[in-house]
């Protein structure tokens, strides 16, 4: 993958932004950016091509206590979500993994996870405050087998170093979701193989099933030893280990597994 793979998508990033902006104030630079597009589009090429492009600092609100959300200016939400249409072309994607646009969504989670073979154990947990401890030097390790382009390594480093932070990723990028399905790949990969363990993630929600404690243990501490790697901290306050009889789990906000009334609910 090379800057050129991000340049083809400059005309669909714009549509994106369109739709999103539909209603945007008159005063919004989105209507300055449709009307002078073709002369924009070729600064932009210019700019990415000569690695001359620079994000502008990012706005951060505090939308919930410790929890913020980030803002970019129209023409750096272009070039993000440009980046986050190529990469989300060439990444793997594990079928294990159901938040990549394609795979389901939230619908086809739950529906197979319904669909599965009863088990007796469970675990679901995420990964605390996951945006904000996504690894740079980690992230970048991953992605070097698929990037080999340094206009475009050039890109990718300004993008994660906007917000000026050492870790994490900007929550409200474009580029974010793409790289929070990313992150956790490889723990998605060696799941893929396993028949005494049932293995679902929504970005960073996971749920774990299987038949016998033994399984569910092995698998608990595959999760836990990736995480570790990644450094990033399996969420105490929000996991729970149970029997699938005894507890109502509640899942990408529904509950599984049965009757409500008779079982004690996990959040």
């Known amino acids: 993958m090379n800057i050129d793979n991000v340049l083809v998508y400059l005309d669909d990033a714009l549509l994106y932004l369109i739709k999103k902006k539909a209603k945007a104030h008159y005063s919004d630079d989105i209507w300055h950016i449709r009307y002078h597009w073709p002369r924009i589009k070729a600064e ?15 706005r951060i609100v505090e939308y919930k206590p410790n929890k913020y959300l980030h803002t970019f200016r129209t023409q750096d939400m272009l070039v993000l979500k440009a980046l986050a249409l190529a990469l989300n072309k060439v990444l793997p994607k594990s079928a294990l993994c159901y ?6 969504g939230v619908t086809k989670t739950l529906k197979e996870i319904n669909d599965t073979e009863k088990s007796r154990f469970f675990t679901k947990t ?4 996951y945006y904000a401890t996504i690894d740079h030097h980690q ?3 991953m992605l070097s087998s698929h990037i080999q382009d340094n206009k475009l390594w050039r890109v990718i480093y300004n993008a994660l170093k906007n917000h000026n932070r050492e870790i994490g990723v900007p929550r409200g990028s474009p580029l974010s979701h793409v790289i929070g399905n990313f992150y956790l790949h490889e723990l998605d990969s ?4 396993r028949e005494s363990q049932h293995y679902f993630r929504y970005m960073d929600d996971i749920l774990l099933l299987a038949d016998k404690k033994g399984a569910l243990r092995r698998g608990i501490k595959t999760v836990k030893q990736d995480f570790n790697q990644l450094n990033v901290k399996w969420a105490i306050h929000k996991s729970f280990i149970g029997k699938t009889c005894e507890h109502n789990i509640v899942f ?3 509950s599984l597994f049965g009757n409500r009334e008779s079982k004690k609910e996990v959040y």
Not at 99 to 104: F, I, L, V
Not at 126 to 129: E, H, R, S
Not at 190 to 193: L, P, S
């Open 139 to 141: 992230l970048c390790k």
């Open 44 to 58: 932009l090429c210019e700019q990415l091509i000569t690695g001359t492009f620079v994000f502008s600092p990012c």
């Open 99 to 104: 938040s990549w646009k394609g795979h389901g």
């Open 126 to 129: 995420d990964v605390a405050d």
């Open 252 to 254: 990408l906000g529904q």
């Open 190 to 193: 060696k799941f893929e193989q």
